[in-house]
């Protein structure tokens, strides 16, 4: 409960710190409010435009033909995930194609007061068709007026001229041509045309301008989120995009598919020349030898030796197509070529490094158009198609390995056959190997031609790679700038601003501005009281009868002091502070009058040996006699030593006389002892003046006799590292039952009056 306590305490008294600034804090909230209001003037909205696809993740399913009759096609198995549609969603290609079909190489706005506010579509006044445009014409800025229904005002720096709709505009920069557009004449004023750099543009959408993420992580749900100040062109250019990205799709699956067929009629034109011979050969040997039927025996034998043929002439098959495969990689015409499709190898190796040939192929291609094989990119990908390139030969030869010992496997198998056909007549055994053969040309045909039925459906299939769930829209609030925000920041910062500048320059300024400062005082320290600020002049402030606002607060002390010393032990009091000017010699003066207001025999002693100013203050001269020469163990009586002092009759002083050479070694003699001894008997207090602890170490000396001891500290003035050293004192007891006073107090100082632990409003 103590801790809450504090630190309730320590709150409020941090609100009341800022609150005497409350007129900087609201000047400068109204400044931040200003100019947050001002900010949002100058800014154009920016909408959010958004569109939900469920993509095709084909490493995770069978893709779209999953199911169907054209699930075993393996011209549909190309391996793509989520990330890789992603990527190819957000190409600077893609983008560049979008932008430059939708016309936007061309900027239209209005100037207004304070922005420009651009149009689109059917807000348009005039439509831009660039014919040439140079990297001048970017920096350019036209403007075009509709003058009637066949001609139009142009302003190029300046300068004035009057075209027709649909004339050719020649100049350095450009060549355009203008049309008149849907709202030709809804503005009087002219028309701001800039043109764009479409290449920059696309680099911009691509790295930060339309994102695509997934709705969770590992989920096929990716949103395209896309910021434009002007809807319907985000929704357009979100709507092309999907377009766009559709027919590349389609395109390039139609490029590999056609290249496959190329092959496959290469090869099925020299089956077809084989077949013929084969079966002109059979023909022609049964009406030379006139063989009509075989018997039943070897009609069973060829059935066995028939199954083992059709092993064999499959693996035959996948080695021809393996053999055609390597012929056509190692040919140097087809070094930029796709590769066919593997044709049934059931190899998962060569059909990933097939897809990956070709995806790389159709991506060197398309850098092609736009650039030259120099460009760093397409040479990257010459490399990397070069080392798939390699993989792939390497690959068919180890399936070419295992397809021939495949092969001499079947072909054991078909001696075995063969062997049982030894009873069977030689000429029978020869129309056998010739059907054998027949049989084998045959298989590889009708598969051949089954391929190509197959490759030739894939063209006809138009089915996209994902589906929209949503459709693009735009979200009617602003995603830029954010009002309600912006109203904050400035809230915030008009707030933040002048705290921070009052906090830096309370901790730059290394005075004691509050007792707060004072550490240890607010902890453990006894605080007798605070002083106000008073106007430069006399030295005494209390005067009977008078009552002023820093007299009460003498006599605050006063009532403190009474209050500690319940039994009236605190007679010698000693005055101290941690350098010179914090105001003890003005207190000590104006405390001994308090005290003598009320009866009290007072004395004051100027043992400040050093720069003594007591009895300056006062208007009292120095005598010849003094403290110092009482100490030195002069004869001088201490009724020749006490003044009295003319602001107050029970106010007496004993001044320093004559400075002395030596002050600490006067202090050490034992007549010290004895003044204060006498003064106790002939007064109710002896207040004594001493020179500061922080220089020189006379107060120590004197403190032994003394019964308290009043530390100054004043405001603006003392610094927070000199506190320590009362902090020293109090600690180690090297001054008696010390007290601390806090001096010079204006408004923004004092906040609470303390006395003895008590607070006064």
């Known amino acids: 409960m103590e801790t809450l306590n504090s630190s309730s305490k320590a709150t409020v008294g941090l609100m009341l710190r800022y609150l005497k600034y409350w007129r900087i804090f609201l000047l400068s909230l109204i400044l931040c409010l200003g100019l947050a209001f001002l900010y949002l003037q100058t800014q154009v909205p920016k909408y959010r435009i958004t569109s939900t696809l469920l993509l095709q993740d084909d490493s995770k399913d069978g893709g779209l033909f999953k199911g ?112 008149r557009g849907p709202a030709a004449f809804r503005e009087g004023k002219p028309v701001l045309i800039a043109f764009r750099d479409l290449y920059k543009t ?24 896309l ?16 377009k766009m990205y559709n027919q590349e799709n389609s395109r390039r699956k139609n490029q590999t598919a056609l290249q496959t067929i190329d092959f496959i009629n290469a090869k099925l034109k020299g089956l077809n020349a084989h077949l013929t011979g084969a079966e002109e050969d059979i023909e022609n040997y049964k009406i030379k030898n006139r063989i009509s039927l075989l018997n039943d025996d070897a009609q069973m034998n060829i059935q066995n030796s028939g199954a083992a043929g059709q092993q064999l002439s499959s693996t035959d098959v996948q080695l021809n197509v393996v053999n055609s495969l390597s012929r056509y990689l190692n040919n140097s015409k087809s070094t930029f070529e796709l590769v066919p499709s593997t044709l049934g190898l059931k190899d998962p190796t060569l059909q990933n490094l097939t897809d990956k040939y070709n995806n790389l192929q159709v991506e060197r291609q398309r850098l092609l158009r736009n650039t030259s ?19 792939l030969v390497e690959n068919l030869r180890m399936i070419k390995k295992g397809l021939l010992l495949e092969k001499e496997n079947y072909r054991n198998q078909t001696a075995k056959s063969d062997s049982r056909l030894g009873s069977v007549p030689a000429l029978e055994r020869g129309l056998l190997e010739r059907s054998r053969e027949q049989g ?97 002049g006399e030295a005494i402030v209390v005067e009977k009868g008078k009552s002023t606002n820093i007299s009460e607060l003498f006599r605050y002390i006063r009532s403190n002091l009474h209050f500690m010393d319940m039994e009236k032990l605190n007679k010698v009091m000693l005055v101290t ?25 007072v004395v004051l002693l100027e043992f400040d040996l050093r720069k003594p100013d007591l009895l300056t203050a006062i208007s009292l001269e120095q005598p010849g006699h003094g403290l110092s020469g009482y100490l030195a163990g002069q004869h001088i009586e201490i009724e020749e030593l006490i003044m009295p002092v003319p602001a107050s009759e029970n106010l007496s002083v004993i001044g320093c006389g004559k400075v002395p ?17 006498e003064l106790r008997q002939r007064f109710d207090y002896i207040i004594i003046d001493s020179s500061p602890v922080g220089y020189v170490a006379d107060a120590f000396t004197i403190g032994q006799y003394a019964d308290a001891s009043i530390y100054l500290v004043r405001y603006n003035y003392t610094s927070k590292t000199d506190l320590s050293i009362f902090t020293e004192i109090a600690e180690n007891k090297r001054l008696k039952n010390p007290m601390i006073v806090f001096n010079d107090a204006k408004k923004e100082n004092k906040n609470i009056y303390r006395y003895g632990r008590y607070a006064y409003n």
Do not use: W
Request: glycine residues 6%; neutral net charge.
């Open 68 to 179: 169907t009759a054209f699930s075993d096609l393996n011209l549909f198995a190309a391996t793509k995930t989520v990330y890789d549609y992603m990527e190819m969603l957000r190409s600077r290609d893609l983008i560049y194609s979008v932008l430059n079909q939708l016309h936007l190489q061309t900027k239209y706005s209005y100037a207004n007061f304070i922005t420009t506010e651009e149009v689109y579509g059917s807000q348009l006044p005039v439509i831009v068709n660039t014919l040439f445009l140079a990297p001048a014409a970017f920096q350019l800025e036209l403007k075009i007026k509709p003058l009637n229904k066949e001609k139009y005002i142009l302003i190029e720096n300046g300068k004035t001229t009057i075209y027709k709709y649909g004339a050719v505009v020649i100049r350095p920069q450009y060549k355009i041509t203008v049309q």
């Open 202 to 225: 696309a680099q911009a959408y691509s790295s930060a301008g339309l994102t695509v993420m997934p709705v969770i992580k590992d989920a096929n749900t990716v949103v395209l989120t």
């Open 227 to 242: 910021i434009d100040p002007i809807p319907d062109r985000g929704i357009d250019i979100l709507n092309t995009l999907l």
């Open 373 to 391: 094989e120099l460009n760093p990119l397409v040479v990257t990908l010459t490399e990397q198609l070069s080392a798939l390139k390699s993989s």
């Open 440 to 536: 084998v040309k045959t298989t590889q045909y009708q598969y051949l031609l089954q391929k190509r039925e197959e490759t030739e459906l894939s063209l006809s299939a138009t089915i996209p790679s994902f589906q929209i769930v949503e459709s693009p829209g735009y979200d009617p609030n602003p995603a830029s700038p954010k009002v309600q925000l912006s109203y904050l920041i400035s809230i915030l910062a008009g707030l933040s601003l002048p705290m921070g500048v009052i906090y830096l320059r309370e901790v730059m300024n290394g005075k004691v501005r509050e007792t707060a400062d004072a550490h240890y005082i607010n902890t453990k320290g006894n605080i007798l009281g605070e002083l106000s600020h008073k106007a430069i």
């Open 577 to 601: 502070s941690s350098s010179k000017g914090e105001g003890k010699t003005f207190f000590c003066i104006n405390l001994g009058i308090t005290l003598s207001l009320i009866g009290k025999k």
């Open 661 to 677: 050479d030596n002050p600490s070694e006067l202090l050490e003699s034992g007549r010290l002892e004895l003044l204060i001894a």
